[in-house]
């Protein structure tokens, strides 16, 4: 439908200062002028008007019409934007209306035959007043009228409070956003049936299928503060059954700070998690990192290059960046060149695989502050391909963490995953082997401090299914779902990191921190939801195929080991693990020796030396009691 067309979006056109305009808006004053003075001449003389006061203000009705115009143009009334007009723009007409009708008055007051009674003169300006106001206000009251076709897509505002009064007071006050908004629903029975802005707050969130029937509403928006995944899920569940987008409304601090420069927005996927915005500890994090030697591994990945960003902003004296991948450094350096002036940011390529490259760059470098984020982490690949996983998750680590301890560094941070509890991957068992790395030197070391960080799927990271499901959705489907039980936890990226740095200021001898991941998702149901966001249906439009697990994948990925227990921390977001792992440094590299000694070999025995490793120090593990058989060798 084009909002453009018609009558009334053709005035909405008309600017303030154009000639055609000011002219339109004179003669309607003169209009309004005369229609006052008529009706307070009928009044006045109980509609028969004497032949010659009807002569004589006939006479004078240019000269009145000349003052009230000249009132308005001295006032500034013809340089308001009338389409955007408010309280304060109507007591803005009201003073040319109230000192001319005085100065007519005190006028007629001195003339000998009053042939205009006082009287009319103050009615006529009482109503010269209202009429002024109605009709320089037209196309606001105009849109308002159930009748009246505006072009505008009709718009219910789930949530009547802060958000959702400032959204309808934006939409009726800008013409060029294509919205007219109906009402409210809400949950506060004090607001129930009330009118805000004009608008009336039909019902319940529950009621919100008849409002939208009832009110023929075209869209919907989500004007709640911090909605739940749970009530963001169930508002797009039952729009999506009536075909009726759905749209969120950034928070007012976006709007008051200027962070937000849309008025609606698409849902997310963060809306549907619907988890809440972290709030990290920020003197704690800028006492840990400010003025320090920062070095991230990893950095051009996704995690990494994140991490580099967040760093910054704590304003590090150096930020280093490691990674094989020149052009990922290039692009990001580029990024954050001028973040941060005072902070020098060098770019290492380099693998960390590379043992005496990895020396040689904390040699020269001496950081404070690691952050290894360096690791291969697609699960069906590594399942192929042991040696590599094994050489970079593990070999990587302990390159990292040997050279961080030689070379005094303050606190050494590993970014591990959820898939190494209870590993069924090759990757999952890596990872595992690099936190029995990370608990193994810490208990050696007395400069550095080793910790390690757990978390599960990061939304938009290489390798999640969120930018999978995107591309297949893009290129018409099918979307590929291994399994319709299929459970996973996720996190933002920008969580993750912000938690990480967070678990970096508490250090600890090789402690394991846990972010809280929330709820779990269903994989299949976040398909859909993917699918249905982008106005599609699922099984019509859009094929959900299943494929069957994936080798090392779980149906259901766990946090803690059942040996494992939570502990608080400072933050309530991260969780300290503790649990009573005997490993030492010489026995966890004699075993990382031997795996070595053979990687390159038969890749299912390379298979099988990490899984046991990985399970050999988990109490609850049947494998950590396995036959001698099948135990490595001593």
């Given at each position: 439908?084009?909002?453009?067309?018609?009558?009334?979006?053709?005035?909405?056109?008309?600017?303030?200062?154009?000639?055609l305009a000011t002219l339109l808006a004179v003669a309607l004053d003169v209009l309004v002028v005369g229609a006052a003075l008529a009706c307070a001449m009928l009044l006045r003389f109980d509609a028969e008007v004497p032949r010659r006061n009807a002569e004589f203000v006939l006479r004078v009705f240019p000269l009145i019409a000349a003052a009230y115009v000249f009132g308005n143009f001295v006032f500034g009334v013809y340089r308001t934007v009338w389409a955007y007009g408010s309280i304060g723009d109507i007591i803005g007409l009201f003073r040319p209306v109230l000192l001319v009708t005085l100065l007519l008055f005190g006028i007629n007051f001195w003339l000998e035959e009053r042939l205009l009674p006082l009287s009319v003169i103050l009615i006529a300006g009482a109503l010269v007043f209202p009429g002024m106001a109605?009709?320089?206000?037209?196309?606001?009251?105009?849109?308002?009228?159930?009748?009246?076709?505006?072009?505008?897509?009709?718009?219910?505002?789930?949530?009547?409070?802060h958000t959702g009064q400032l959204l309808a007071r934006e939409l009726q006050a800008n013409p060029s956003l294509p919205y007219q908004p109906v009402g409210f629903v809400d949950d506060d029975e004090k607001l129930l049936h009330h009118r805000i802005h004009g608008l009336k707050v039909h019902g319940t969130i529950a009621e919100l299928e008849h409002v939208l029937e009832r009110m023929d509403a075209e869209i919907v928006a989500i004007a709640l503060d911090r909605p739940s995944g749970q009530l963001v899920r169930q508002i797009v569940g039952t729009c999506q059954r009536l075909n009726i987008p759905v749209r969120m409304v950034p928070g007012v601090d976006n709007w008051v700070l200027g962070h937000g420069h849309d008025t609606l927005r698409?849902?997310?996927?963060?809306?549907?998690?619907?988890?809440?915005?972290?709030?990290?500890?920020?003197?704690?994090?800028?006492?840990?990192?400010?003025?320090?030697?920062?070095?991230?591994?990893?950095?051009?990945?996704?995690?990494?290059?994140?991490?580099?960003?967040?760093?910054?902003?704590?304003?590090?004296?150096?930020?280093?960046?490691?990674?094989?991948?020149?052009?990922?450094l290039h692009d990001l350096s580029l990024e954050l060149a001028g973040v941060s002036p005072e902070t020098a940011i060098r770019l290492w390529v380099a693998s960390v695989t590379d043992e005496p490259r990895v020396r040689e760059i904390f040699a020269r470098t001496r950081p404070d502050l690691v952050y290894h984020a360096a690791a291969l982490k697609h699960v069906p690949l590594m399942e192929e391909h042991p040696a590599e996983a094994f050489r970079v998750n593990v070999l990587g680590t302990l390159y990292c963490a040997s050279a961080a301890r030689e070379f005094q560094v303050g606190t050494f941070v590993l970014i591990s995953t959820d898939k190494a509890v209870r590993p069924s991957s090759v990757m999952g068992a890596t990872k595992r082997i690099?936190?029995?790395?990370?608990?193994?030197?810490?208990?050696?070391?007395?400069?550095?401090?080793?910790?390690?960080?757990?978390?599960?799927?990061?939304?938009?990271?290489?390798?999640?299914?969120?930018?999978?499901?995107?591309?297949?959705?893009?290129?018409g489907g099918p979307v590929t779902?291994?399994?319709?039980?299929?459970?996973?936890?996720?996190?933002?990226?920008?969580?993750?990191?912000?938690?990480?740095?967070?678990?970096?200021?508490?250090?600890?001898?090789?402690?394991?921190?846990?972010?809280?991941?929330?709820?779990?998702i269903n994989i299949l149901e976040l398909a859909e939801r993917m699918i249905r966001l982008r106005g599609l249906r699922p099984g019509q439009d859009i094929q959900v195929v299943f494929t069957g697990p994936r080798p090392g994948e779980k149906l259901r990925e766990e946090l803690v080991a059942d040996f494992e227990h939570?502990?608080?921390?400072?933050?309530?977001?991260?969780?300290?693990?503790?649990?009573?792992?005997?490993?030492?440094?010489?026995?966890?590299?004699?075993?990382?020796?031997?795996?070595?000694?053979?990687?390159?070999?038969?890749?299912?025995?390379?298979?099988?030396?990490?899984?046991?490793?990985?399970?050999?120090?988990s109490r609850d593990d049947a494998a950590a009691d396995a036959p001698e058989s099948e135990a490595l060798p001593s």
């Open positions: 439908m084009n909002r453009h067309a018609g009558p009334l979006a053709a005035l909405r056109r008309l600017a303030p200062g154009d000639p109605v009709v320089k206000m037209r196309t606001r009251l105009l849109v308002r009228l159930p009748w009246v076709d505006t072009g505008e897509r009709r718009l219910l505002i789930v949530g009547a409070g698409e849902i997310t996927l963060d809306d549907l998690l619907g988890r809440e915005p972290v709030q990290v500890d920020f003197a704690a994090c800028s006492q840990s990192v400010r003025d320090r030697v920062v070095l991230v591994t990893g950095a051009a990945g996704s995690i990494g290059s994140e991490l580099c960003r967040q760093v910054l902003t704590f304003r590090p004296r150096e930020l280093h960046l490691l990674d094989n991948n020149e052009t990922g690099a936190e029995l790395l990370v608990i193994a030197l810490a208990r050696e070391s007395t400069h550095t401090r080793f910790a390690a960080v757990r978390f599960g799927n990061v939304m938009g990271s290489r390798g999640s299914v969120v930018p999978t499901f995107m591309k297949q959705i893009e290129r779902v291994m399994h319709p039980e299929m459970q996973r936890y996720f996190i933002s990226i920008p969580e993750a990191v912000s938690l990480v740095i967070q678990a970096g200021t508490f250090g600890g001898r090789g402690d394991i921190y846990m972010l809280d991941m929330g709820e779990e939570l502990q608080p921390t400072a933050h309530p977001k991260v969780m300290r693990l503790t649990a009573s792992v005997e490993v030492t440094e010489r026995e966890i590299l004699r075993l990382i020796d031997e795996i070595r000694q053979v990687m390159w070999g038969d890749p299912e025995e390379v298979r099988r030396r990490i899984h046991l490793v990985a399970r050999r120090f």
